[in-house]
C-alpha cells in the first residue's frame, strides 16, 4: 500500500515539475512570440505561483516570474479583451507628480487635470477611446471600483507584479484583464511608455 501511494507521490511530483518546467519555458518565449496554449500555460503557472516565487526569490528575481507571466496572460487574454464592451483604465498614483492637489475618494485619486503630470492627457486619450480612468493607491481598490463599475474589460497600467496579482484576482469573475507594464515602477516617479499606451488603445478600439 505505501509503495503505491510512494509511486504515486513520486509521479505527482515528477509530472508537476515538468508542466510548471515547460510552463515557465512558454512564459519565457511569450515575451518574444505567440505561444500555443498560452491560456493553459497561464493556468499552470497560477497554480505553482506560490512554490514558484519561492525558488525564484532564492535563486533568481520574483519580478522576472511576474513579468513571464504577465506577458503570457496577455498573450492569453488578449481575444477576449477585444471583445469586451465596457472597459476601465486603472493607472497607479505613483505617475502623479509630486505637487498633485488631487484628493483621495474610495475611487482612487480625483485627478483635476491641472497639466502637473502625465493623467492630465491620459485621462483625454482615456476618455477618446472608451475607457474610465481610475488612478489607483493600490490594487485593493479595484474590489471597490468594480462593484461600482459594472465594466468588462479592465486595462492595467502597472508594474509586473500588480499586474499578475490583480489578473490571479479576477480570474474566474466575469471580467477580462490586460496589462501595459511600467518602464520605470517603484513607489514614485514611476513612468509608462505613452506610446504602448496609445498603441494599446488603437489595438483593441472598437
Ligand atoms: S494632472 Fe491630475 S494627477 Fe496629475 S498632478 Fe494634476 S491633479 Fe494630480
Avoid at 124 to 142: C, M, N, P, R, W
Avoid at 171 to 189: A, H, L, Q, T
Amino acid at each position: 500500500m505505501y509503495n503505491i501511494i510512494g509511486k504515486v507521490l513520486f509521479f505527482f511530483i515528477v509530472a508537476s515539475l515538468l508542466l510548471s518546467g515547460i510552463a515557465l519555458f512558454a512564459s519565457r518565449r511569450s515575451l518574444t512570440g505567440n505561444i500555443y496554449l498560452a491560456g493553459f500555460f497561464a493556468n499552470v503557472l497560477d497554480f505553482f505561483y506560490l512554490p514558484l516565487r519561492q525558488l525564484f526569490l532564492k535563486f533568481s528575481d520574483i519580478r522576472i516570474l511576474d513579468k513571464w507571466m504577465a506577458s503570457l496572460k496577455n498573450l492569453a487574454y488578449k481575444s477576449n479583451f477585444a471583445k469586451t464592451k465596457k472597459r476601465i483604465l486603472l493607472a497607479p498614483h505613483c505617475m502623479r507628480s509630486l505637487d498633485c492637489p488631487a484628493y483621495s475618494t474610495q475611487t482612487g485619486i480625483q485627478c483635476k487635470s491641472c497639466g502637473k503630470c502625465v493623467f492630465t492627457q491620459l485621462k483625454k486619450d482615456a476618455e477618446k477611446y472608451g475607457y474610465k480612468l481610475f488612478i489607483v493607491t493600490g490594487s485593493s481598490f479595484v474590489k471597490n471600483i468594480l462593484k461600482m463599475e459594472a465594466a468588462d474589460g479592465v486595462l492595467m497600467i502597472a508594474c509586473d507584479y500588480e499586474i499578475n496579482k490583480v489578473m490571479r484576482a479576477l480570474k474566474g469573475k466575469n471580467v477580462v484583464s490586460y496589462g501595459i507594464p511600467m518602464e520605470r515602477d517603484g513607489c514614485f516617479d514611476t513612468e509608462v511608455d505613452y506610446q504602448k499606451v496609445l498603441n494599446v488603445f488603437e489595438t483593441f478600439k472598437d
